[in-house]
T-cell receptor, first 109, second 116 residues
């Protein structure tokens, strides 16, 4: 089943900087979701963007979706050390969330 | 805020023993999932469950695995005869709708299974 592929695999930034990570997928979707996983913990749903939306905001998160390029980006503004985690995208369909290797973000205080 | 709860948080078992991992999904959710994550690897889908039956399973979910919803609240994953390679973090998840546009899944904190 299809899954999104995140890029870059790893990202290291200083606190206060913005972090951008990308997701590419292969076939048409109804929605795309971003999740966060802190080390050794469960995944937390961050935001869902539908195929007819181009941009969505939630707090310090900004997600864009370009269906023509089959890609999405997640921007975290004014990053904090607590944002250190792995970030995953999941597309629907399939309607069962499936995950790639994610982007590992490290925010240095 | 409603959450998915998993017990135990850590389980150590002898190779060849049976283990049951337990989950309480969010109460009004209809779709339930098990995933596993071997240390340092990605989160892998095992099985989904809807309307008291398996709706989809991955090739990882072989005859050694089974799932059950024994009552209205619990959702369990059983591994019949554990192998060393079953050592992983197992995550339960649930969602309100599985075949619709909004399919966000809510995950538990996981059970770390160590097979020795």
């Amino acid at each position: 089943s299809q899954q999104g592929e995140e890029d870059p695999q790893a990202l290291s930034i200083q606190e206060g900087e913005n972090a951008t990570m990308n997701c590419s997928y292969k076939t048409s979707i109804n929605n795309l979701q971003w999740y966060r996983q802190n080390s050794g913990r469960g995944l937390v749903h961050l935001i869902l963007i539908r195929s007819n939306e181009r941009e969505k905001h939630s707090g310090r998160l900004r997600v864009t979706l370009d269906t023509s390029k089959k890609s999405s980006s997640l921007l975290i503004t004014a990053s904090r050390a607590a944002d250190t985690a792995s970030y995953f995208c999941a597309t629907a369909p399939p309607y069962i969330p499936t995950f790639g290797r994610g982007t590992s973000l490290i925010v240095h205080p | 805020e409603p959450e998915v709860t998993q017990t135990p948080s850590h389980q150590v078992t002898q190779m060849g023993q049976e283990v049951i991992l337990r989950c309480v999904p969010i109460s009004n959710h209809l779709y339930f999932y098990w995933y596993r994550q071997i240390l340092g690897q990605k989160v892998e889908f095992l099985v989904s469950f809807y309307n008291n039956e398996i709706s989809e399973k991955s090739e990882i979910f072989d005859d050694q695995f089974s799932v059950e919803r024994p009552d209205g609240s619990n959702f369990t994953l059983k591994i019949r005869s554990t192998k060393l390679e079953d050592s992983a973090m197992y995550f339960c998840a649930s969602s309100a709708r599985g075949q619709a546009e909004d399919t966000e899944a809510f995950f538990g904190q996981g059970t770390r299974l160590t097979v020795v």
